[in-house]
Nanobody, 116 residues
Framework: QVQLVESGGGLVQPGESLRLSCVAS????????MSWYRQAPGKERELVAS????????NYADFVKGRFTISRDNAKNTVFLQMNSLKPEDTAVYYC?????????WGQGTQVTVSS
């Protein structure tokens, strides 16, 4: 019933930018804390960034601070991840997550590849 659909991934060169989007269906985004995770081949899934509900406070992993920005548009039920100054080590599948007290939902992921 609940769907989170990511988009915006692709192949870029180092130093370029991408903007990921995650559109939620069958849930009200304002009721959830939203996060972006990523998983590279052979590695564990790791938290990239998160944004709280009404207060919209944000947290970032150290490896993306100063380069990535998470934001939300509750009216459009959408969360974004602006990724600047991309590095090869940013290559991964990026997942959108919605969480509140009892439940967590996940999107299907979108591939980001940073390569020369």
């Amino acid at each position: 019933q609940v769907q989170l659909v990511e988009s915006g991934g692709g192949l870029v060169q180092p130093g370029e930018s991408l903007r990921l989007s995650c559109v939620a269906s069958s849930l009200t985004l304002s009721n959830y804390a939203m996060s972006w995770y990523r998983q590279a081949p052979g590695k564990e899934r790791e938290l990239v960034a998160s944004i709280a509900r009404v207060e919209s406070s944000t947290n970032y992993a150290d490896f993306v601070k100063g380069r990535f920005t998470i934001s939300r548009d509750n009216a459009k039920n959408t969360v974004f991840l602006q990724m600047n100054s991309l590095k090869p080590e940013d290559t991964a599948v990026y997942y959108c997550s919605a969480r509140r007290v009892w439940v967590t939902y996940w999107g299907q992921g979108t591939q980001v590849t940073v390569s020369s």
